[in-house]
């Protein structure tokens, strides 16, 4: 086994930010913020951090609209619009990028249709587990089915950004079928 100079293993050992980046990213995505949050846990001074920062937007290696649009497609069928905005204001992306993805995924009106899908999907579900689970509780009896399966799906469907209003009215329709 050949012995490494100690200038070699000093220089393995302490990769650059550009080096460290391009390591984040060849795992998946990550927005600027993502990124030079990673990089500054790992100890890098800023100047090095934007200096990487801004070589791989010229590479085109870390773009935010390109994150925003991919997120966007991914997270459309199980989210609403409300839900990924907020996710992805958390992850640092500006309001104007946010809203131009939405834009381009989102077609009008199929936010309602998504959840409309979502609901009676839930509905189905829980009323399964409403049969095997809490019909024959003792501390469930006064509690009318309808009611309990109301409360159940419009609160996971509130929990994926639907507005309320759009979930009473959907639920409404359901519980008339």
């Not at 550009?18 to 990550?30: G, I």
């Not at 309990?148 to 009215?169: C, N």
Request: with cysteine; hydrophobic share 30%.
């Amino acid at each position: 086994m050949q012995m490494m100079s100690k200038r070699s293993r000093k220089t393995s050992k302490m990769k650059g930010a550009l080096d460290v980046a391009l390591t984040y990213l060849s795992r998946r995505m990550l927005t600027r913020c993502e990124l030079s949050q990673r990089l500054a846990r790992k100890g890098f001074p800023s100047h090095e951090i934007a200096a990487a920062i801004e070589r791989l937007l010229e590479w085109g290696y870390l773009s935010d609209q390109e994150y925003a649009r991919a997120y966007c497609l991914s997270k459309q069928t199980n989210y609403s619009q409300k839900r990924i905005n907020y996710d992805l204001k958390g992850r640092g992306i500006e309001e104007g990028i946010i809203e131009q993805a939405l834009r381009e995924t989102y077609l009008p009106g199929q936010e309602a249709e998504l959840c409309r899908k979502h609901a009676q999907k839930l509905w189905v579900e829980e009323s399964r587990r409403w049969e095997s689970t809490y019909r024959h509780k003792k501390s469930y009896e006064k509690i009318p089915r309808e009611l309990m399966l109301r409360q159940k799906v419009g609160q996971k469907l509130m929990q994926k950004g639907y507005p309320q209003e759009m979930v009473f009215e959907i639920l409404e329709g359901i519980a008339k079928e």
